[in-house]
């Protein structure tokens, strides 16, 4: 019985983004996402001048 599918052991820990909905696997991705799409910084101060 060694037919099992080779990448599908993980437990799927989704984040989704709470602005678009769209599911990503890692928190690094959705927040990357998030600045990308959404222009939302994260918790770093935006370069005060
Ligand atoms: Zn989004």
Redesign the pocket.
Known sequence: MGFAASSSNKPSKQER?S??G?VFNSAEDLNA??QL??GEQSHEPAGVS
């Open positions: 983004c602005l678009c769209r996402h998030k799409d959404h």
